[in-house]
């Protein structure tokens, strides 16, 4: 069994659209992140949540909006899509903060 | 905000040679861990580094952390096209819990 599984794998999308990418972990960490990776490959770390506390990276536009139904779930919202958002968007998970990241297997987002 | 360098940004090996990749922090930091990223997949955890001047090896891959904690690398030692991927440190800081990522070192592998 996938240990975190996000869908869809790829997006591709008009600009201006509203769209959703899904995660979920079933390892029963208590901590879920949203990264994203650029065409460069840098990897950017977006949100970070667990059940007490959202934590979000100034630098991102509130377009961008986490979701958490359960702590099994993270969820990312995106309104208004632009040309810059095309990239790699990876979920991953950890029980604590200060050990390793479980990666899904990512989204590639592609706004035309 | 943390700053993470990590050098070189690519680097082209003859199979059989050795592979170096350099992290450095600015500030002191409370771990630093390593990630391998395959082409079209994704980060997955190597290992983590938390002691000063810490060594850890794990088959023809060699960990180290700086005496200061400031700076660490990642040694493979004749590499092998498997090898072929992006190398990411990832540094925690001492307080919050945003784990920084390096921009990563793309190795590439020549057979």
């Known amino acids: ?22 995660c979920e972990q079933n390892l029963g960490h208590d901590t ?8 460069k490959k840098f990897l950017k770390i977006m949100f970070s949540y667990n059940n ?22 993270l969820n990312l919202h995106i309104n208004s899509l632009e040309l810059g958002d095309s990239a790699v968007y990876f979920c991953a998970s950890s029980q604590g903060v200060r050990v390793e990241r479980y990666f899904g297997a990512g989204t590639r987002l592609s706004v035309l | ?20 990749t350099y992290c450095n922090s600015s500030t002191t930091l409370s771990n630093i861990q390593w990630y391998k990223q395959r082409p079209g997949g ?3 955890f190597l290992i983590q580094l938390v002691k000063s ?3 850890k ?14 700076n660490s690398s990642l040694h493979i030692t004749a590499t092998q096209t498997t090898d072929v991927g992006t190398y990411f440190c990832a540094a ?6 945003m784990l920084t990522f390096g921009g990563g070192t793309r190795l590439m592998v020549k057979p």
């Not at chain 1, 007490?52 to 779930?73: G, Q």
Request: charged share 25%; net charge positive; no cysteine.
């Open chain 2, 1 to 20: 905000g943390q700053q993470v360098m990590q050098i070189p940004q690519y680097q082209h090996v003859q199979e059989g040679e050795d592979f170096t």
């Open chain 1, 1 to 22: 069994d996938t240990a975190v599984s996000q869908t869809p794998k790829y997006l591709v999308t008009q600009m201006g659209n509203d769209k959703s990418i899904k």
């Open chain 2, 53 to 55: 001047g810490e060594v």
């Open chain 2, 57 to 70: 090896k794990q088959k023809r891959l060699t960990f180290q952390f700086g005496e200061a904690k400031k």
């Open chain 1, 52 to 73: 007490k506390e959202l934590i979000i990276n100034e630098t991102v536009p509130n377009r961008f909006s986490p979701k958490s139904p359960d702590k099994a779930h």
């Open chain 2, 42 to 44: 994704h980060p997955v």
């Open chain 1, 32 to 39: 879920m992140y949203w990264y994203k990776q650029d065409s």
């Open chain 2, 92 to 97: 925690g800081g001492n307080a919050g819990n």
